[in-house]
């Protein structure tokens, strides 16, 4: 595939950021490095493959749309992010739900799940030579009908979903040490009420205690890093959510763990870039869960907007991007869905070379000079800087689709495979 190098355009454009200070191929370099963790729900619209005997009800998920050509099994799954990973540049990871294992014709409930039903996975992953997230699947179950699981009131329910989240955190660590590169297995929990809670306290207690048994197992972090994964609310639990972010902030510096922090988890208003400086001074790392909310946590596909542009740019700025886990999390079932993947991933993409392309030492100078004028001016001018050119040049070093091709790529896939599925 031909570069834009090889057209001159490239080196105008490296002449272009290079007058400002900025080595482009450092930060296509850069960019090569660092890894984003596709998420496996987006492709079957969040089913999972467990047999009939579960249910999809339970827990708050809500997954709107019936575009054709989901994943039906996990063949058919695989293959879609095969698919996806020849048109996403830079260093792919999976991030792999609990209910997504090979369970057979015989109905395997959370609290059972072993290693064994997840061999597909990691024979698949050491062929793609790729790691793997996981996620206890605390949703979509009939022990989840009343919103709560890990806080549940209820003696038999909430040992039902600690034995499930220990066990897949065995599930995690096996997969790290298969993989030769840690697991993360992050922890969410759609416990909460819908309307106005009197013992918030009595719930917490209870989640604290749940969590403190789950996490008394311990396991290298060569193979296993924890995180849990915070909220403001959601579907059925508008009023109260047992796992605000106060509480998992505190739950997790309290006992080494990592927040996740999820774009869609807040005031529609509040930017998680803000978040990322303060807490970085005080945890070694931190999960991001890279979604787009609109108006509420309705986990739209992610495109570079304002929220992704400021969120990258953090990263960056912070200095500890190396720290900092990277997976997507967004399900729209009313377009195509390998699409919606190729879509959030390389806007995420995006908006890191975007932000690694910045003149950064040279903004803090003028920052810290008090010449705030020339700090605002050149944010402006970079808006319009030729970073499309400096994308698509990376794009076809990394042998995928430069930006005008992307669509028919997926168009020509949903013709020739996607189709077949109705």
């Known amino acids: 595939m031909n570069t834009f190098e090889d057209t001159g355009a490239y080196r105008w454009a490296q002449e272009a950021y290079a007058a400002l200070g900025v080595d482009t191929e450092a930060a296509i370099a850069r960019l090569q490095t660092i890894p984003i963790s596709l998420h496996c729900w987006q492709g079957d619209d969040v089913g999972g493959f ?67 039903h997840f061999t597909v996975w990691v024979e698949w992953a050491k062929r793609l030579g790729i790691g793997v997230d996981f996620n206890a699947t605390c949703f979509s179950h009939p022990k989840a009908e009343d919103g709560f699981t890990l806080a549940s009131k209820d003696p038999e329910i909430r040992a039902f979903w600690i034995e499930h989240v220990k066990r897949a955190r065995k599930i995690a660590a096996h997969f790290g040490k298969e993989l030769g590169t840690p697991s993360v297995h992050n922890t969410w929990i759609p416990d909460g009420s819908k309307d106005l809670t009197i013992d918030k306290t009595g719930y917490r207690e209870l989640l604290k205690e749940a969590l403190d048994e789950i996490f008394a197992v311990e396991y290298p972090k060569a193979y296993l890093k924890d995180a849990v994964e915070t909220k403001l609310f959601g579907i059925g639990s508008e009023s109260f959510v047992v796992g605000s972010h106060e509480f998992y902030m505190n739950y997790a510096i309290r006992n080494d763990k990592m927040v996740c922090l999820d774009l869609g988890h807040f005031h529609p208003t509040e930017q998680i870039a803000d978040k990322i400086s303060a807490m970085m001074v005080f945890s070694d790392e931190m999960l991001l869960h890279v979604s787009r909310p609109m108006r509420w946590d309705s986990d739209h596909v992610v495109i570079l907007n304002d929220d992704i542009i400021y969120l990258t740019q953090e990263l960056v700025r912070c200095g500890k991007l190396d720290q900092i886990h990277i997976g997507l999390d967004f399900f729209d079932a009313t377009i195509n869905r390998a699409g919606a993947w190729v879509t959030g991933a390389r806007a995420t993409q995006k908006g890191l070379l975007m932000a690694l392309l910045e ?37 076809a070093r990394e042998g995928v689709c430069r930006e005008s091709e992307v669509i028919q790529e997926v168009l020509t896939y949903e013709q020739q495979v996607l189709k077949e599925r109705t």
């Not at 019936?66 to 048109?87: C, F, H, M, W």
């Not at 739900?97 to 799940?113: M, N, P």
């Not at 944010?379 to 050119?389: A, D, V, Y």
Request: glycine content about 12%; proline content about 5%.
């Open 359 to 395: 003149p950064t030492g040279l903004l803090k100078e003028y920052e810290e000079s008090g010449n705030l004028y020339a700090r605002l001016g050149l944010l402006e001018q970079l808006k319009s800087m030729p970073f499309g050119i400096i994308w698509d040049e990376f794009c």
């Open 50 to 116: 467990e047999t009939p005997g579960a249910t999809l009800s339970g827990g708050g998920i809500q997954v709107t749309g019936n575009y054709p050509g989901k994943a039906r099994s996990i063949k058919e799954l695989q293959a879609d992010i095969e698919k996806v990973y020849t048109i996403i540049p830079g260093v792919h990871r999976l991030n792999l739900h609990a209910s997504y294992g090979e369970f057979g014709d015989t109905f395997v409930d959370r609290d059972q799940i072993e290693i064994e």
